[in-house]
């Protein structure tokens, strides 16, 4: 037993380097910074490995946190979740030796089934106290897009061939340079014709003793423009800057039978008619609007004397809209969100809201063609009235969608049999009808074929 434990004892040092030895493992001499950008278009949640450790998630225009890890050699690995399959599909790997003080990115792009991985490499930068600077540097993951001209100056400044701070093609990024704290306008412009804007900021303010990474990307059906740019901070905040030439927009849709048919205006002097006649189940156009807090006075069809409905939220560029009235008389009230009605390549999206006024707390099932729910799971549990949910994805294939009241079995609406492609979106609100015990559903897209 003694020898045993003598030679297990001399085993385990031998894995840190021999027997009284001094360990041949590599040595890390400092860290180094590192994130991942999503440049993949149809893609959903990526997740980001050190070899088999998570350093975060981002979806498509999005980044995960710097982490900092030693100046070793490392696999490096991307996942992402297909609808239907029980674990994360790795889609693409890269080995690097990390050096001290840089700051890596790794830009995928592509597609899943297809990926390209660029990494962008640069010293770590480090402020003083008095510095009134900060550094930036202009990077291109516009696929679309060919060679870009980017201009970073004071509103003033009108641009002009020759004083663009990069020429950027797809997978590159410029050098860092310091610019003064303050107010600058970001303008892209087609590789050697100023007057060929393809994005324009508003003016935006950056701070002293940070670092900025000005990406564009394209922009997907969640965004109102075709280039979208995102600010990505040194130590991990993200910043949208939209183009200034493309507003926000808003649809509105009618959830509520009490509030019935409705002009609704965005003044409070009820000049300025933005929908006529929104009757229930109604769902209008997407309507542009301003930058900023909206406030949304809702009054009964052709009847200015009284306001039925007030509502305010505050809006950002580039953005996509839904305003939902919902509720009973008494209890109106309006549900503001961003609906995500961009495709993914790895499955199809279902997007649920539920309005009923009758029931509280619902439960959505998607099932099988004939397939009964007794013994089935719902995919969306405890839904609440008036309440925004999470997307649920959907493999490709026919369904039929039930809704219960949640814990129960009885079904309140459905069969509802729909045949979902990869890339769909069913978007869908489950709503009241005159019968308080029967609940429908009004498909916005993908449903039932007619």
Same mark, same amino acid.
């Given at each position: 037993?003694?020898?045993?434990?003598v030679?297990?004892a001399?085993? $385990?040092?031998?894995m840190?380097?021999g027997?009284?030895?001094?360990? /041949?493992?590599?040595?890390?001499s400092?860290?180094?910074?590192?994130r991942?950008?999503n440049?993949?278009? !149809? %893609?959903?949640?990526?997740n980001?490995?050190?070899?088999e450790?998570?350093?975060? !998630?981002?979806?498509?225009?999005?980044?995960?946190?710097p982490?900092? *890890?030693?100046?070793l050699?490392y !696999?490096?690995?991307?996942e992402?979740f297909y609808a239907?399959?029980? +674990? /994360?599909?790795?889609?693409? %790997?890269?080995?690097?030796?990390?050096?001290?003080?840089?700051d890596y990115?790794?830009?995928i792009?592509? %597609?899943l $089934?297809?990926? &390209?991985?660029?990494?962008?490499?640069?010293?770590?930068?480090?402020f003083d106290e =008095?510095?009134?600077?900060?550094a930036?540097?202009? =990077?291109?993951?516009?696929? +679309?897009l060919?060679t870009?001209?980017?201009y970073?100056?004071?509103?003033?400044?009108?641009?002009?061939?020759?004083?663009?701070v990069?020429t950027?093609? *797809?997978?590159?990024?410029?050098?860092?340079?310091?610019?003064?704290?303050?107010?600058?306008?970001?303008t892209?412009?087609?590789?050697?014709?100023p007057?060929?804007?393809?994005?324009?900021?508003?003016?935006?303010?950056?701070?002293?003793?940070?670092?900025f990474?000005?990406? /564009?990307?394209?922009?997907?059906?969640?965004d109102t423009?075709?280039?979208?740019?995102?600010? *990505?901070?040194?130590s991990?905040?993200?910043a949208?800057?939209?183009? #200034?030439n493309?507003?926000p927009?808003?649809?509105?849709?009618?959830a509520?039978?009490?509030?019935?048919?409705?002009?609704?205006?965005d003044?409070?002097?009820?000049? /300025?008619?933005r929908v006529?006649?929104?009757?229930?189940?109604?769902? %209008?156009?997407e309507?542009?609007i301003?930058?900023? !807090?909206?406030?949304?006075?809702?009054?009964p069809t052709g009847?200015?004397?009284?306001?039925?409905?007030?509502? &305010?939220?505050t $809006?950002f560029?580039?953005?996509?809209?839904?305003t #939902?009235?919902t509720?009973?008389?008494?209890?109106?009230?309006?549900v503001?969100?961003?609906?995500?009605?961009?495709? #993914?390549?790895?499955?199809?999206?279902?997007l649920?809201?539920?309005?009923?006024?009758?029931?509280?707390?619902?439960d959505?099932?998607?099932?099988?063609?004939?397939?009964?729910?007794?013994?089935? $799971?719902?995919?969306?549990?405890?839904?609440?009235?008036?309440?925004v949910?999470?997307s649920?994805?959907?493999?490709?294939g026919t369904?039929d969608?039930?809704? &219960?009241?949640?814990?129960?079995? #009885?079904?309140l609406?459905?069969p509802?049999?729909?045949?979902?492609?990869?890339?769909?979106?069913?978007?869908?609100?489950?709503?009241d009808?005159?019968?308080p015990?029967?609940?429908?559903?009004?498909f916005?897209? @993908? @449903?039932?074929t007619?």
């Amino acid at each position: 037993m003694k020898q045993i434990l003598v030679v297990l004892a001399c085993t $385990a040092t031998l894995m840190i380097g021999g027997c009284g030895g001094e360990s /041949s493992l590599p040595k890390a001499s400092g860290k180094a910074n590192l994130r991942a950008i999503n440049a993949i278009p !149809t %893609s959903s949640e990526i997740n980001f490995l050190i070899e088999e450790r998570s350093l975060g !998630t981002a979806s498509y225009q999005n980044s995960t946190t710097p982490a900092p *890890f030693d100046d070793l050699n490392y !696999t490096f690995n991307f996942e992402a979740f297909y609808a239907g399959e029980t +674990s /994360s599909r790795r889609f693409a %790997s890269e080995n690097i030796d990390v050096v001290a003080n840089q700051d890596y990115i790794f830009l995928i792009g592509g %597609s899943l $089934a297809s990926p &390209t991985i660029t990494i962008w490499q640069s010293d770590v930068r480090t402020f003083d106290e =008095a510095d009134n600077v900060f550094a930036a540097n202009f =990077a291109h993951a516009s696929a +679309s897009l060919g060679t870009l001209d980017y201009y970073f100056a004071d509103a003033t400044v009108v641009p002009a061939l020759g004083s663009q701070v990069a020429t950027l093609s *797809f997978g590159e990024t410029s050098d860092t340079a310091d610019y003064a704290e303050g107010n600058y306008v970001l303008t892209i412009t087609t590789a050697g014709d100023p007057n060929d804007v393809v994005f324009i900021s508003g003016t935006t303010s950056y701070t002293a003793r940070d670092t900025f990474l000005l990406t /564009s990307f394209d922009g997907d059906l969640n965004d109102t423009a075709p280039v979208f740019v995102r600010a *990505f901070g040194g130590s991990g905040g993200t910043a949208a800057i939209p183009d #200034v030439n493309f507003p926000p927009t808003i649809q509105f849709l009618n959830a509520s039978m009490d509030l019935g048919a409705s002009d609704i205006y965005d003044d409070e002097m009820l000049t /300025s008619l933005r929908v006529a006649n929104h009757d229930f189940l109604d769902v %209008s156009a997407e309507l542009d609007i301003a930058v900023g !807090t909206l406030n949304l006075f809702y009054t009964p069809t052709g009847d200015t004397s009284a306001i039925s409905l007030e509502s &305010t939220f505050t $809006a950002f560029g580039g953005i996509r809209y839904r305003t #939902v009235a919902t509720g009973m008389a008494g209890s109106l009230a309006t549900v503001t969100s961003v609906p995500d009605i961009a495709p #993914v390549e790895t499955h199809a999206k279902i997007l649920p809201f539920q309005a009923s006024n009758n029931f509280p707390f619902l439960d959505l099932y998607v099932v099988a063609p004939d397939v009964p729910i007794d013994d089935v $799971a719902p995919i969306r549990r405890a839904l609440a009235s008036g309440e925004v949910s999470l997307s649920g994805a959907l493999p490709a294939g026919t369904y039929d969608i039930y809704v &219960t009241e949640t814990g129960e079995k #009885v079904v309140l609406a459905g069969p509802y049999r729909i045949t979902a492609a990869i890339g769909d979106i069913v978007d869908l609100l489950i709503v009241d009808t005159v019968d308080p015990a029967v609940l429908d559903v009004l498909f916005l897209s @993908g @449903g039932p074929t007619p």
